[in-house]
């Protein structure tokens, strides 16, 4: 079992940058897919990026990539989101998953995780 807490969202600015972690609990939390997706109001939730397994593989969305970069920390069991660049269309509550058992053509699919967080709101202002 997996408990995943997500923090660092907040307000800025258009062109400006946050982080926003995930804390994973559980010993074998590196062996895991980890990922963010993000659900703006009234959208449905879409795939933002994922670490595949500790030190294995990332992918991320067309519309991030190249602005975010996410990382693991495996010392502290921890998922990071650097966000840079950013535009109010990335305004959106902002949510980690993990799971063990997905295959590379799952990995951007939110309904087939089984953990997750509860999402930390991420807002920018124009």
């Known amino acids: 079992q997996v408990t995943l807490v997500e923090s660092g969202g907040g307000l800025v600015q258009a062109g400006g940058s946050l982080s926003l972690s995930c804390a994973a609990s559980g010993r074998t939390a590196s062996r895991y897919a980890v990922a963010w997706f993000r659900q703006a109001p009234g959208k449905e939730r879409e795939f933002v990026a994922v670490?595949?397994?500790?030190?294995?593989?990332?992918y991320y969305a067309d519309s991030v990539k190249g602005r975010f970069t996410i990382s693991r920390d495996n010392a502290n069991n921890m998922v990071h989101l650097q966000m840079n660049s950013l535009k109010p269309e990335d305004t959106a509550i902002y949510y980690c998953?993990?799971?063990?058992?997905?295959?590379?053509?799952?990995?951007?699919?939110?309904?087939?995780?089984?953990?997750w967080g509860q999402g930390t709101q991420v807002t920018v202002s124009s």
């Open positions: 998953a993990a799971d063990n058992s997905l295959i590379l053509s799952s990995l951007r699919q939110a309904d087939q995780y089984d953990h």
């Open positions: 670490t595949r397994y500790s030190g294995g593989p990332t």
